[in-house]
């Protein structure tokens, strides 16, 4: 059977430490809903990390995170600038249309990150009811490209977002690893720039399945909680969720298992790089890797690992290689051992 370890940080087990938290929470009863002293300590340590004041709920998907955040903060008439690889625009299989009813407008990128050019070149609505009205700019950090938004380029957008009225949005399945990347705290990569909502992720960062809505801005949580039950992601039996939230934030394991996803991609990166016919595409900021490889070299290395083919091109196809808190440098050496081989 082929290997899945480079094809998703998805693909990667639960921190034992999770897994004791989900442990501890299983004895004893617990009120539902959230009404637990679990839940309760979970949101204060996400609230913290963002600074405090943020209003923060639990839901067990990222398109879900994606999806109901945005359903406290956009109407039906409303449109939402994402890049053009975003997953809110490609990989939701509709979700935001079906659930929010609004129009979704794709920005082109450059490794997939937006610019307030190109989102200011994008926005075209005009006044009146004849036109969907701009309300939100979406991006993920990190991107889908595995490349990441600096901190003076996330406060470029915010001051677009302001000066066109816009809420801001991010996308952080993959928070943890930008803010790794950056040397930085969750803050000061959301709150302090100007973001006012985020869709933060924790299952590819060593959860079992659990991710966070936070909404930064005073006032926009309306009726959230409301959305969320609509929205089929209530657990009844919360503290589960919670609980692995809870020691994700305890002594800041979630920036150790971002950085050791982003290490063992820096290895693989400079290990792919010495191969002849392999060129590295994007920038490898965070734990992803984009290379161009031979059709050849793509069918033997299939034989061994599965990873995802992003541009199916007839000589040269672009794939993806993910890295995982708990890949190894042994694991990343074995890739590279078996590339070599197949590009022969």
Partial sequence: MSNP???????????????????????????????DAVTERAASSVRRAFGGKADVLFVWGGTAANVLGLRTVVDSHHVIYCGEQSHLWSDECAAPENYLGCKLQPVPTT?????????????????????AQPRALSIAQATEAGTVYSIAELGELAQLCRERG????????????AAAALQTDLREVTADVGVDLVSFGGTKNGLMGAEAVVYLTPGIVGAAEFHRKQGMQLASKMRFVAAQFEALFTNDLWRENAVR?????????AGAAKVPQVEIVHPVDANAVFARIPRQTLKRLGERFIFHVWSDHPQRPTVRWMTAFDTTDAEVDEFLAALGEATG
């Fill in 261 to 269: 996803a982003n290490a063992a991609a820096r290895r693989l990166e």
């Fill in 111 to 131: 490794h997939a990150k937006l610019t307030p050019d190109l989102v200011r070149a994008a926005i075209q609505s005009g006044p009146g009811v004849h036109h």
């Fill in 5 to 35: 370890r480079f094809a998703s940080d998805n693909a990667a087990g639960v921190h034992p430490a999770v897994l004791e938290a989900l442990d501890a929470a299983n004895r004893g009863p617990a009120l539902a809903y959230g009404h």
């Fill in 166 to 177: 816009l809420l801001f949005h991010v996308d952080g399945a993959r928070l943890a690893n």
